[in-house]
């Protein structure tokens, strides 16, 4: 790669003919990992990620509440819509900040608007 992965599909050249990682890791992933391995069947799946990661299954659970019984976080970033390098990389990938705000956890959390009752907790750990 040569820059940070937000888990989007990017929409803007030279990005969005091959970096389509939101579909890859809702999708692509998950179906080969129950097929394969038989991990998720039934609807029990996690999704859990460090640092970038970390933020990046905090904006797909929040976005997909249905698909994962549970999510965790181990330092993620945090509102990376209000940064120079996010600012950098939605813009790269999606045209623009405010298409990133699709993928901050911040803003999802912010346009949510109260509680998350499809998680009786979430793990977000910054130790």
């Known amino acids: 790669g040569i820059g940070a992965g937000f888990y989007v599909n990017a929409t803007e050249e030279p990005y969005k003919t091959h970096y389509q990682m939101y579909s890859y890791v809702t999708e692509e ?31 797909i659970a929040l976005k997909n ?3 994962w019984v549970s999510v965790s976080a181990f330092a993620p970033i945090c509102n990376p819509t209000r940064v120079p390098w996010g600012d950098k990389a939605f813009k790269a990938y999606l045209g623009s900040v405010e ?26 750990d910054q130790g």
């Open 65 to 67: 509440p249905a698909s």
């Open 99 to 124: 298409a990133g705000e699709a993928h901050d956890a911040t803003c999802l959390l912010l346009a949510r608007g109260g509680p998350i009752p499809e998680y009786d907790d979430i793990l977000i």
């Open 29 to 59: 992933l998950p179906e080969l990992l129950e097929k394969e391995f038989k991990i998720g069947m039934f609807g029990l799946r996690a999704i859990t990620g460090h640092s970038m990661g970390g933020h990046g299954a905090l904006t």
